[in-house]
């Protein structure tokens, strides 16, 4: 089972930016898609922003246009770019790995948008 880090959370202020980053402990295989989660409180996880193995990228509505995640190979490194952010991509950001039907969580990262 892949084993997966994240970093890159915090506080910014509205209109502001943060990456985060989500390391896997080996390479992705090649049905392995690997996305970015948010959590509020008394909500459920939703998806945020997916890529394959391929590459090929997808995001929910709120974030296109604004976010973009990509990633390196090389590091085993998945990262999601987070622009123009608002008040309500506040929340808990979790890396997710999707392999036939096992879902494996990083520790999650809190981000807050905030004056």
């Known amino acids: 089972q892949v084993h997966l880090v994240e970093s890159g959370g915090g506080r910014v202020e509205p209109g502001g930016s943060l990456t985060l980053s989500c390391v896997a402990s080996r390479p992705l295989a090649t049905s392995e898609q690997m996305a970015w989660y948010r959590q509020v409180p008394g909500k459920e996880r939703d998806i945020v922003a997916s890529i394959t193995h391929d590459g090929i990228k997808g995001y929910v509505g709120a974030v296109k246009g604004r976010f973009a995640i990509s990633r390196d190979i090389a590091t085993n490194t998945v990262y999601l770019q987070m622009n123009d952010l608002t008040s309500e991509d506040t929340g808990i950001y979790f890396c997710?790995?999707?392999?036939?039907?096992?879902?494996?969580w990083g520790q999650g990262n809190q981000v807050t948008v905030s004056s």
């Open positions: 997710n790995d999707f392999i036939g039907s096992q879902f494996t």
